[in-house]
């Protein structure tokens, strides 16, 4: 029998999500103060266990929700405690069809996790310049060109992110998502070079100058998403000394009638 409750006892949420921390690696940077206040924690239990958790972040529009554990704990959570009528999910192959008892999705995108082994990282000359709050307009012209890239001004004050100007301002950036130094736990992510300029390494240059800024600051744990259908990606992640961790399926959903 599951028992369902809101969680909000940071170190019981740390202790499950330490279970599987580089899937989890967005939720556990989460548990940062400023952070943990715009999630929801849901948890089911079975013979007196956490066994499963759904987490919505409801920072982003739609909000992000991830899925981790057993399949009949999230199906209980979803009856009993958290079930948005519309979210960006994020699950495992595994729990896609029981996701889909209360979910329509859009699209489904296949996705690898990927982290970064330091002992690889080839280290990198920052031939990039480290961008600030004030350039917060021209992150946004270029992300308007990517189309669905996920961005909010904030991210820079929270964050890292490193880009390449040219005469026309603003032609390649790579940032983080999430950087948590309480638990060692970072998300390189919003990496963009302008069409016209790509196929000149600016991509690698900036996620290397990202990357390195981080170990630097101690972070143990570097995680970065990546399509699977994205073969020139991945080759220059793997390059940098990143290697894929776990699949997973991504992307935004809307709960079926009678959910939610």
Known sequence: MWKTSRLSDKSRILAFLESDRLYAGY?????????????????????????????????????????????????????????????????????????????RWDETMPMWRMVLRPERFPGVER???????????????????????????????????????????????????????TYGVAAVGNVFTHPEHRGRGFGTVTTASVASELLERGIRDIILNVSQDNATAIRIYERLGFERYCPFVEGPASARRGTG
């Not at 849901?42 to 409801?58: D, K, N, Q």
């Not at 669905?148 to 904030?154: C, D, I, L, N, T």
Request: net charge negative.
């Open 127 to 181: 031939d990039c310049v480290r961008l600030v709050p004030q350039q917060a307009g021209q992150l946004t012209e270029l992300y308007t060109l990517g189309g669905g890239v996920a961005f909010s001004p904030e991210q820079i004050e929270r964050g890292v992110f490193y880009g390449i100007l040219d005469d026309d301002g603003l032609i390649a950036v790579a940032g983080t998502h999430v950087i948590s130094p």
């Open 27 to 103: 939720s556990v940077a989460d548990l940062e103060p400023g952070m943990f206040e715009q999630c929801a924690w849901a948890g089911a239990e079975a013979g007196g266990r956490l066994r499963a958790m759904a987490v919505l972040f409801r920072g982003l529009s739609p909000p992000a929700l991830l899925m981790i554990g057993e399949n009949e704990g999230l199906r209980a959570i979803f009856q009993c405690e958290l079930c948005p009528k519309r979210a960006y999910l994020t699950c495992r192959p595994e729990h896609l069809s029981m996701s889909r008892e209360f979910y």
